[in-house]
């Protein structure tokens, strides 16, 4: 397993693609790129040898996302990061506590004591 793998996607808008790109640093300054994957046909009901996969580390992975989203790319579903739906939540909260104290405002008033 490659231990400084990296991963980068850039983004082509001529031919509508995002190009990933696996590679390490070897200890000589030069990089080394993973090339040459092909296609190979299975049955569906084969058992994948795991060496026939790319495993991607989690730093790698995460590295891959990041450079995704700078191209551009967004998850197809869901409400975005962890970070919008807590700001989300706590505007939330705000408008909650605002509308609580509005209405008992509300029912304070002289017009509605009669």
Avoid at 36 to 65: C, H, K, N, R
Wanted: aromatic share 6%.
């Amino acid at each position: 397993m490659f231990l400084n793998m990296k991963a980068r996607a850039e983004r082509h808008f001529i031919r509508d693609a995002i190009t990933i790109h696996l590679f390490e640093r070897l200890p000589d300054g030069k990089i080394s790129l993973l090339s040459g994957l092909q296609f190979t046909t299975i049955d569906p009901m084969q058992v994948v040898d795991p060496s026939e996969s790319i495993d991607l580390p989690y730093t790698t992975a995460q590295e891959l996302m990041d450079s995704l989203w700078d191209c551009g790319l967004r998850p197809s579903e869901g409400s975005g990061s962890a970070g919008s739906l807590k700001a989300t939540e706590s505007h939330l909260k705000d408008l909650q506590e605002f509308s609580r104290r509005l209405l008992g405002m509300v029912e304070r008033t002289p017009a509605n004591t009669a």
